[in-house]
Structures are given as structure tokens and as C-alpha cells.
Nanobody, 123 residues
Framework: EVQLVESGGGLVQAGGSLRLSCAAS????????IGWFRQAPGKEREAVSC????????DYIASVKGRFTIARDNAKNTVYLRMSSLKPEDTAVYYC????????????????WGQGTQVTVSS
């Protein structure tokens, strides 16, 4: 019943833009903090950005500050990650996750996870 479904990934040239979406259902979306994570081949999953129930946001990776913007629309049960000036090192599977507590970069505190969407940036 609980679902988080990512979409919007794809193949883009360096310098391009994408907007990822995370559609939620089966729980009280407005009461949950939502995080975006990414995992590149052979690497650990890492936190990218988080948005709280009060629209506070935090970026966990220095290289994405000023390029990535997280936003939520509670009426649509959807969180977005707008990505611009994409670089090859942004290539990864991107996941959204829901947390009943505060913004955190630790995977273990998140209750629900989506299946991921692939982002590939070519040079």
C-alpha cells in the first residue's frame, strides 16, 4: 500500500537539466520528511537533499549546492528535485525516501523507499 515512485530520469549531456519527481501514496505525506539519495555504480548510497514538513531544506553534497533544488507539493503528494548544470559525476540511480522524523543524511532513519530512477550524464 505504501509507495514512493520516482520518475524523470534519463540520459542528458553535461550542462543539461532534469526534474525528478517522487509520487507518494499510502501514508500521510504532509507529516513526513522526504529525502533524495543517489548511488553510483560501485559506490555507497549517499544523501543528496532533504525537505522537512515545514519546507526547510538541506543539501548534503557540496557540489550540488546552487545546482539542485528540492521542493514539495503536499496537495499532489509529490516531491521534486530540479537538477541543472549536470555533470558526469552526477550519474547515479536517484532514490526518494520518507522519514517520520527530522531531516537526516543517514539511510537508517528512513521508513519508506522508492525503486529509483536512473540519471546518466554524458560528457
Amino acid at each position: 500500500e505504501v509507495q514512493l515512485v520516482e520518475s524523470g530520469g534519463g540520459l542528458v549531456q553535461a550542462g543539461g537539466s532534469l526534474r525528478l519527481s517522487c509520487a507518494a501514496s499510502g501514508f500521510t505525506f504532509a507529516d513526513f520528511t522526504i529525502g533524495w539519495f543517489r548511488q553510483a555504480p560501485g559506490k555507497e548510497r549517499e544523501a543528496v537533499s532533504c525537505i522537512s514538513t515545514t519546507d526547510f531544506s538541506f543539501d548534503y553534497i557540496a557540489s550540488v549546492k546552487g545546482r539542485f533544488t528540492i521542493a514539495r507539493d503536499n496537495a499532489k503528494n509529490t516531491v521534486y528535485l530540479r537538477m541543472s548544470s549536470l555533470k558526469p559525476e552526477d550519474t547515479a540511480v536517484y532514490y526518494c525516501a520518507a522519514n517520520s522524523g527530522l531531516c537526516s543524511g543517514h539511510l537508517g532513519v528512513y521508513n519508506y523507499w522508492g525503486q529509483g530512477t536512473q540519471v546518466t550524464v554524458s560528457s
